[in-house]
């Protein structure tokens, strides 16, 4: 739940998102934080569809394949606080996006092993796994024979469903990134290495 608040403020640090959660046109006037300027808000009626979907498209784009441009606008600001000696707002912005670019980067890994379909996986001893769709669906020890990749039959799923698929997701990456570790059959992934943001959104 913490992450999940850290990367809503990230948000609303990053984008003009709405903060308000009425429907469009249930206020006579605009809420605060559109009335300061800092959020594009349906809320009076005023803001049309059209308006506001380039805010949508913003954050879908941030969330596919172009995360700088939500992690960017985070970065200047935390430079700006730092070069104001505002350091308290520069560390509760460097907690944001610290949230947000772990928040990116599971679900870019989780895109991964969903785009591989079937993963078999294996480290210096012998022992493995094997993946489907992202899930782990079996696994062995030294000495024991490999399963067999099984046959993909379920869906992409743009992120996982449950939290529990979120961390088990995670704890895979984490086991492919050893240094002992190889995938040895898969149909699309070839790196056991996870993907990185670009240079431009390091911070």
Do not use: N
């Amino acid at each position: 739940r913490k992450r999940a608040q850290l990367i809503v403020a990230a948000l609303w640090d990053a984008t003009p998102v709405r903060r308000c959660t009425g429907p469009p046109g249930k206020r006579r006037a605009l809420c605060a934080p559109a009335q300061l300027g800092r959020a594009m808000c349906p809320c009076d009626g005023s803001l049309s569809a059209d308006d506001y979907r380039p805010v949508v498209d913003l954050i879908t784009a941030g969330f596919s394949d172009k995360p700088e441009l939500l992690l960017t606008p985070l970065a200047e600001r935390i430079t700006d606080c730092v070069a104001q000696l505002r350091y308290e707002d520069a560390a509760r912005l460097r907690d944001r996006y610290d949230g947000l670019r772990a928040s990116l980067i599971d679900r870019m890994r989780w895109q991964a092993l969903q785009a591989a379909g079937s993963v078999t996986a294996e480290i210096a001893d012998g022992s493995g796994f094997c993946l489907l769709a992202g899930r782990l669906v079996g696994s062995w020890g030294p000495g024991e024979l490999p399963l067999r990749p099984a046959v993909r039959t379920t869906a992409f799923e743009q992120v996982p469903t449950t939290a529990e698929a979120a961390a088990e997701a995670r704890l895979i990456w984490r086991w492919l990134d050893r240094d002992d570790a190889a995938i040895v059959d898969s149909i699309a992934l070839t790196t056991a290495r996870p993907p990185e943001l670009s240079e431009a959104v390091r911070f």
